[in-house]
């Protein structure tokens, strides 16, 4: 693959210095900035010290080290230490183990994952609760309503308060405010600050973090800039260890990130970004800002990537103008900034892959009577797609996961293969629920209904998976019936050493699970008589007999790792309930088995529907994709329209609780706060949605569809069609006609 416009000015002319690559998407930034990261390495322009790569999610990271490995090795360069490719929490983790004893009171100390993160944090907040419960209710908008719905108001309050605090935490430690001095900054401010009660929690939270030896991923941050900043010597190691700093998704950095790489780049720092794919702002501190503000700096040199062969024209000229809507037209002029003036270029003719060609305009447009017609509307069209075009790759972009749950129900109800693309689906779940298979039936060996289970779905092989698609649902109840009420005793163990085949039916010694019993019996025999007393060995010897491959194995070490824990902190614990944690869909362990997959990454398959959300699509591409929900509530366009959220069990002015917390903070420590804060945290939820939208047009390569709904017209809870899909409508259905017109 040739180098295209941009791409080529960078590989070719930067060699240090400030520079900024504003990049469209599919506009291939990974594979220019690996031809960069080479072209610098073959030269030797790095040394002596090494490339750094920055970028934001594992995934990333191991697609750029194969990515730059593959190219030095074309050019005969077999080493990989020439360059180091990480996530900054990586990179931060390095720098941290320079001087632990500063950063921590020992040598000794873990990096909480989310999963205790949350539990941790969870904690903190009944403790806080426990001493301030009417603060806490204070909040809540409980006037006037029954003692049904008070308490139906409390359990939602106590649900999403968590979330606000973790924002809250992760705000300080953003800005290096430690707990004692969050404490300090609210000490004045009234006991039914928001802000207060979560400086208060922030304390208990940091308490609990250093009595268990732990740093969660903001402390990570901190603490390295703090080392950074306050040991010159180790700030000159690192300045001499880089020669060039590159942060890829520099749209996604928030300030700490930023000083973090400014300092130790010096004067070599190359950011390449996005900033119309920015949409993680309003649940993290990344700040678009940042990069737009890099780029205007007047020593930044900038190389603008703007050719992509990902989407076909129709789709391309789609995406063009709503970047052109959005900044000449939309009806609040403060949101008229939410989008660069980026827009796309098709490939050049000559190039080595050709934007994608439809034979009909390729995009259409729907508002539906109701989300139920929605769903059967979306269903139906990737139902048509995936018998008609098998070969093709197809997605369907949801923004909530209450959504995704009514899709999925629909295309099971329809057989319709699908993939739920979350720490929750199937795939990456796979490895903990056939550890709980196997530890429930362990538990329950004279459960016959436990034994169908397990051979179902853990030990069918593969070529046994593929017959049982053909058999039908009447047949497996007969076979579950069966193994539910036969004694497995005398199915493992027989009289005489032989199963007695007389007691079994015909059509069950004829199936695929009876195959799949006979062949693994002494594999079954093996899981039985293991020593139950050591449940950690036990996990391991299941991954081994079972050929867990290499990212199952690593989720069985971890389940293996966490048993003991987990045994020792639920003591009535037996080992059914272990089985039944491992079999829940929201289990302890969904956050690590995401990250695997991450670094796995995944591929869309042909002929299955990929389910999920519009801020999980982004970095992937479908050759079909159906963009849904797009109704005035999930992408608000006027200020008066609904917004999602807002919490609306909350009294009026404590709705929008992040909005309140920074105005509160910015109060706090600037002593004064200018224009209306609710009216800017609106703002920048419109335009973030806006940026969704966008993200979601571009994942498609050669079809697309959008679709919205309108119900309860003239009532208080009416839903309508977001003003995007009203104006993106006017302009397919004009395009389509032009097309038509000239076939």
Same mark, same amino acid.
């Given at each position: 693959?040739?180098?295209?416009?941009?791409?080529?000015?960078?590989?070719?002319?930067?060699?240090? *210095?400030?520079?900024?690559?504003?990049?469209?998407?599919?506009?291939?930034?990974?594979?220019?900035?690996?031809?960069?990261?080479?072209?610098?390495?073959?030269?030797?322009?790095?040394?002596?010290?090494?490339?750094?790569?920055?970028?934001?999610?594992?995934?990333?990271?191991?697609?750029?080290?194969?990515?730059?490995?593959?190219?030095?090795?074309?050019?005969?360069?077999?080493?990989?230490?020439?360059? +180091?490719?990480?996530?900054?929490?990586?990179?931060?983790?390095?720098?941290?183990?320079?001087?632990?004893?500063?950063?921590?009171?020992?040598?000794?100390?873990?990096?909480?994952?989310?999963?205790?993160?949350?539990? %941790?944090?969870?904690?903190?907040?009944?403790?806080?609760?426990?001493?301030?419960?009417?603060?806490?209710?204070?909040?809540?908008?409980?006037?006037?309503?029954?003692?049904?719905?008070?308490?139906?108001?409390?359990?939602?309050?106590?649900?999403?308060?968590?979330?606000?605090?973790?924002?809250?935490?992760?705000?300080?430690?953003?800005?290096?405010?430690?707990?004692?001095?969050?404490?300090?900054?609210?000490?004045?401010?009234?006991?039914?600050?928001?802000?207060?009660?979560?400086?208060?929690?922030?304390?208990?939270?940091?308490?609990?973090?250093? %009595?268990?030896?732990?740093?969660?991923?903001?402390?990570?941050? &901190?603490?390295?800039?703090?080392?950074?900043?306050?040991?010159?010597?180790?700030?000159?190691?690192?300045?001499?260890?880089?020669?060039?700093?590159?942060?890829?998704?520099?749209?996604?950095?928030?300030?700490?990130?930023?000083?973090?790489?400014?300092?130790?780049?010096?004067?070599?720092?190359?950011?390449?970004?996005?900033?119309?794919?920015?949409?993680?702002?309003?649940?993290?501190?990344?700040?678009?800002?940042?990069?737009?503000?890099?780029?205007?700096?007047?020593?930044?040199?900038?190389?603008?990537?703007?050719?992509?062969?990902?989407?076909?024209?129709?789709? %391309?000229?789609?995406?063009?103008?709503?970047?052109?809507?959005?900044?000449?037209?939309?009806?609040?002029?403060?949101?008229?900034?939410?989008?660069?003036?980026?827009?796309?270029?098709?490939?050049?003719?000559?190039?080595?892959?050709?934007?994608?060609?439809?034979?009909?305009?390729?995009?259409?447009?729907?508002?539906?009577?109701?989300?139920?017609?929605?769903?059967?509307?979306?269903?139906?069209?990737?139902?048509?797609?995936?018998?008609?075009?098998?070969?093709?790759?197809?997605?369907?972009?949801?923004?909530?996961?209450?959504?995704?749950?009514?899709?999925?129900?629909?295309?099971?109800?329809?057989?319709?293969?699908?993939?739920?693309?979350?720490?929750?689906?199937?795939?990456?779940?796979?490895?903990?629920?056939?550890?709980?298979?196997?530890?429930?039936?362990?538990?329950?060996?004279?459960?016959?209904?436990?034994?169908?289970?397990?051979?179902?779905?853990?030990?069918?092989?593969?070529?046994?998976?593929?017959?049982?698609?053909? %058999?039908?649902?009447?047949?497996?109840?007969?076979?579950?019936?069966?193994?539910? *009420?036969?004694?497995?005793?005398?199915?493992?163990?027989?009289? *005489?050493?032989?199963?007695?085949?007389?007691?079994?039916?015909?059509?069950?010694?004829?199936?695929?699970?009876?195959?799949?019993?006979?062949?693994?019996?002494?594999?079954?025999?093996?899981?039985?008589?293991?020593?139950?007393?050591?449940?950690?060995?036990?996990?391991? &010897?299941?991954?081994?007999?079972?050929?867990?491959?290499?990212?199952?194995?690593?989720?069985?070490?971890?389940?293996?790792?966490?048993?003991?824990?987990?045994?020792?902190?639920?003591?009535?614990?037996? =080992?059914?309930?272990?089985?039944?944690?491992?079999?829940?869909?929201?289990?302890?362990?969904?956050?690590?088995?995401?990250?695997?997959?991450?670094?796995?990454?995944?591929?869309?398959?042909?002929?299955?529907?990929?389910?999920?959300?519009?801020?999980?699509?982004?970095?992937?591409?479908?050759?079909?994709?159906?963009?849904?929900? =797009?109704?005035?509530?999930?992408?608000?366009?006027?200020?008066?329209?609904?917004?999602?959220?807002?919490?609306?069990?909350?009294?009026?002015?404590?709705?929008?609780?992040? @909005?309140?917390?920074?105005?509160?903070?910015?109060?706090? =420590?600037?002593?004064?706060?200018?224009?209306?804060?609710?009216?800017? @945290?609106?703002?920048?939820?419109?335009?973030?949605?806006?940026?969704?939208?966008?993200? *979601?047009?571009?994942?498609?390569?050669?079809?697309? +569809?959008?679709?919205?709904?309108?119900?309860?017209?003239?009532?208080?809870?009416?839903?309508?069609?977001?003003?995007?899909?009203?104006?993106?409508?006017?302009?397919?259905?004009?395009?389509? =006609?032009?097309?038509?017109?000239?076939?």
């Amino acid at each position: 693959m040739g180098l295209r416009k941009g791409q080529k000015e960078l590989v070719e002319q930067y060699r240090g *210095g400030y520079c900024a690559v504003p990049a469209i998407p599919g506009g291939g930034k990974t594979y220019c900035l690996s031809r960069w990261a080479v072209e610098i390495i073959s030269q030797g322009l790095h040394k002596p010290g090494k490339v750094l790569i920055v970028t934001y999610m594992n995934s990333a990271a191991n697609n750029f080290k194969q990515r730059i490995s593959s190219m030095l090795q074309e050019k005969g360069i077999l080493s990989n230490r020439d360059y +180091f490719v990480s996530t900054i929490h990586g990179l931060c983790l390095q720098i941290i183990k320079e001087k632990p004893d500063v950063v921590i009171t020992s040598d000794e100390f873990n990096v909480v994952d989310e999963v205790n993160k949350i539990h %941790i944090i969870s904690t903190a907040i009944d403790e806080w609760r426990r001493r301030n419960d009417d603060r806490f209710q204070y909040f809540a908008d409980l006037e006037g309503r029954s003692t049904t719905d008070k308490f139906n108001v409390m359990k939602r309050w106590h649900e999403r308060f968590q979330r606000v605090v973790l924002s809250a935490v992760s705000e300080f430690k953003c800005r290096g405010i430690t707990p004692g001095e969050a404490m300090d900054i609210c000490a004045n401010l009234p006991g039914t600050s928001m802000l207060k009660c979560c400086a208060e929690i922030y304390e208990i939270y940091d308490r609990r973090l250093k %009595i268990g030896g732990f740093l969660d991923f903001d402390d990570m941050l &901190y603490k390295a800039l703090q080392l950074l900043k306050e040991d010159e010597d180790l700030l000159r190691k690192y300045r001499r260890k880089y020669t060039f700093v590159c942060e890829d998704e520099a749209q996604d950095s928030n300030l700490i990130q930023t000083e973090i790489l400014s300092l130790i780049a010096g004067d070599n720092f190359l950011r390449v970004g996005d900033s119309n794919q920015a949409i993680c702002s309003t649940f993290t501190n990344s700040d678009p800002e940042l990069f737009r503000d890099f780029c205007r700096l007047e020593k930044t040199v900038k190389y603008y990537i703007t050719q992509s062969s990902r989407s076909s024209e129709d789709i %391309i000229g789609l995406a063009n103008y709503f970047v052109q809507y959005v900044r000449e037209w939309h009806p609040v002029k403060k949101c008229r900034e939410s989008l660069q003036p980026q827009f796309i270029e098709p490939v050049d003719e000559d190039d080595d892959m050709k934007n994608p060609v439809t034979p009909v305009y390729s995009i259409k447009a729907s508002i539906l009577n109701s989300w139920e017609e929605e769903v059967m509307e979306v269903v139906r069209t990737a139902e048509y797609f995936v018998r008609e075009y098998p070969e093709k790759t197809i997605a369907v972009l949801v923004p909530s996961s209450w959504q995704i749950d009514d899709i999925i129900r629909i295309l099971e109800n329809r057989n319709v293969r699908f993939e739920y693309l979350d720490n929750t689906s199937d795939e990456r779940n796979r490895p903990v629920r056939i550890l709980g298979r196997v530890l429930d039936f362990i538990a329950s060996p004279q459960d016959g209904k436990k034994l169908y289970d397990m051979l179902y779905e853990c030990l069918l092989s593969s070529n046994a998976s593929s017959r049982t698609d053909e %058999i039908s649902r009447e047949y497996l109840d007969f076979i579950e019936k069966f193994f539910t *009420g036969f004694s497995v005793e005398k199915l493992l163990y027989p009289t *005489g050493g032989e199963i007695d085949l007389s007691q079994v039916p015909e059509r069950v010694s004829q199936s695929v699970i009876w195959d799949t019993f006979c062949a693994n019996a002494d594999l079954i025999r093996g899981f039985l008589e293991f020593p139950r007393t050591v449940p950690e060995k036990l996990i391991l &010897y299941i991954a081994e007999k079972i050929n867990f491959n290499r990212e199952e194995r690593a989720v069985a070490q971890k389940v293996a790792g966490d048993v003991r824990f987990i045994m020792e902190q639920n003591p009535r614990w037996r =080992l059914s309930d272990l089985a039944n944690e491992l079999l829940s869909p929201r289990n302890m362990f969904n956050y690590f088995t995401g990250v695997v997959w991450e670094l796995k990454g995944y591929e869309p398959k042909p002929g299955v529907v990929t389910v999920c959300t519009y801020h999980k699509a982004k970095g992937m591409e479908w050759d079909i994709v159906l963009l849904t929900g =797009l109704n005035n509530a999930d992408f608000p366009v006027y200020l008066n329209d609904r917004f999602i959220g807002e919490y609306w069990f909350l009294k009026q002015e404590y709705r929008n609780p992040e @909005a309140v917390l920074k105005r509160e903070l910015d109060m706090a =420590l600037k002593g004064t706060v200018s224009g209306n804060y609710l009216e800017e @945290a609106k703002i920048e939820t419109i335009s973030e949605k806006a940026r969704v939208l966008y993200v *979601g047009i571009t994942r498609a390569r050669e079809y697309l +569809f959008l679709s919205g709904y309108q119900s309860n017209m003239g009532r208080r809870n009416q839903v309508l069609p977001s003003r995007y899909l009203v104006e993106l409508k006017r302009y397919i259905d004009r395009k389509r =006609l032009e097309r038509q017109k000239r076939n």
